[in-house]
């Protein structure tokens, strides 16, 4: 995995070794995405659902490990299954300030290298910094969902 942070911005891109098409239902499927979207150290995303369309909402709700509700949402900008999520990010623990996330999902050598993009953090960096942790943990639990079946459960605590 690769990371670039870029004025603000943070970029970031994976090889999975899965189809294009199986990564963007992980990313969008409401029955997926609380399955592999957290760990029990941290939090869980315990419910999900989105409109898989420009215009269309999304929202996440979790809990924190010490039980504390968050939620995320945003809408969508650009959809192009399986290839390509353009979504606002509205975080609850942030003022619901948007900001803008961009998946690239490239088929190549038999898999999928995924690139995000997240923007629009302007000079909060430490909130940019803090994502960017974060993204490289999410990218780590799909990938090892859609490569080899690992769920928030079975995966422990990693």
Known sequence: MTETTVSDSIELEIFIAATADRIFQALTDPAKVP???????????????????????????GAGADGTSFHVGGEYLEVASP??????????????RPT??????????????????????????????????GWMRVLGWVQAFVEKGETIDSRGEA
């Open 35 to 61: 399955l592999w979207w957290g760990t029990p150290a941290q939090y869980r995303v315990t419910s999900w659902s989105g409109e898989i369309r420009p215009g269309g909402q999304w929202r996440s709700e």
């Open 83 to 96: 290839h390509l999520l353009v979504h606002t990010w509205k975080p609850s623990w942030d003022g619901e």
């Open 100 to 133: 803008l996330v961009r998946f690239d999902l490239l088929s190549q050598d038999g898999g999928t290298l995924v690139k995000i993009r997240h923007s629009a953090f302007g000079d909060a960096s430490a909130v940019r910094e803090s994502h960017a942790q």
